[in-house]
């Protein structure tokens, strides 16, 4: 049974209730964080929870809790769940009002809510062959830096994927990469890892920035830099990244093949160094 935590009280997912008139349901208004749990203990997150603040400023939702409260409520919730490598996923909307009003309420009560998967990073399979995906105009609005509930953009983004049987979809403005429908995506061209620079129109991914330590620590040449939509179509290798894929090569796009069509070495030992770092720092010490 999976155990959510909803305003106060740890209680069985199946019996949590809100209201309908709660602008996360009614406007999309609300934050959210997804935080990968490995061997019982959160990956990153001071760095998820400072994301989450960042997001809450900016879409002016009062903080409901401190750095410290917000640790503890999800170490008390991945220890009341069963998996060992759990997915927390984390919402603050900004609370119910008496009417449906696009104005804020003048006081705000907002709705917090987590809840745990277990976590399902790709199998060997997935890994060893890669993953199909698509791309698209990224029609999204000129904020994604922030993690807002408010995703539909990215679900019909996602979905043109899913209808052609694929795993990702990539996007593309004005003829740069962005992201990923639900990822950020590094190309390597001439055994270079390059990347796009956090801006209002991608997340700042809590992996890309794992990936890119690890890419200067083990002195993979990198830049971090716009990305033409050609480069990404002629590339040696393409990558997704995010907290439950982790680093997950593409293999081909629009039904063409990247590189050979199989996982690259660079991605090969990208995940390789990602798989240390995460049973060096996290599964032991
Ligand atoms: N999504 N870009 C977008 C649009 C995303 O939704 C995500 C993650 C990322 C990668 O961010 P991170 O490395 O911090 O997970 C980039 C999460 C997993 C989700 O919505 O389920």
């Not at 690259?264 to 030992?269: H, L, T």
Request: charged residues 25%; proline residues 6%; aromatic residues 8%.
């Amino acid at each position: 049974m999976s155990i959510c935590y909803l305003d106060g009280t740890y209680q069985p997912l199946t019996e949590a209730r809100i209201s309908p008139m709660d602008r996360g349901f009614l406007f999309g208004d609300g934050a959210y964080e997804v935080i990968p749990v490995y061997s019982r203990r959160p990956f990153r997150i001071a760095e998820h929870i400072a994301r989450l603040g960042r997001t809450l400023d900016a879409v002016r939702i009062p903080n409901p809790h401190t750095a410290a409260e917000w640790e503890a409520i999800v170490s008390e919730l991945v220890a009341r769940n069963a998996w060992v490598d759990q997915s927390i996923y984390l919402q603050v909307s900004r609370g119910p009002d008496e009417r449906r009003n696009h104005a804020f309420p003048a006081v705000m009560r907002p709705t917090v809510f987590l809840m745990s998967e277990a976590l399902v990073t790709p199998s060997a399979d997935v890994l060893a062959s890669g993953v199909a995906a698509v791309s698209a105009a990224d029609f999204r609005w000129a904020r994604c830096d922030l993690k807002t509930t408010a995703l539909l953009a990215n679900c019909l983004l996602r979905q043109v994927a899913i209808d052609k049987g694929c795993a990702e979809t990539v996007l593309f403005r004005d003829g740069f990469l962005t992201e990923g429908a639900a990822s950020n995506i590094f190309v390597v061209r001439d055994g270079v890892m390059l990347v796009p620079p956090k801006s209002h129109l991608m997340l700042p991914g809590i992996t890309y920035d794992v990936v890119l330590e690890l890419a200067a620590t083990h002195g993979l040449e990198h830049a971090v830099r716009e990305i033409l939509e050609d480069e990404v179509r002629t590339a040696d290798e393409v990558w997704l990244t995010s907290s439950t894929k982790e680093v997950l090569a593409i293999t081909s796009l629009d039904g063409r093949p990247i590189g050979d069509g199989r996982p690259g070495p660079v991605g090969r030992e990208m995940h390789a160094w990602y798989q240390e770092f995460k049973n060096t720092v996290m599964r032991v010490g």
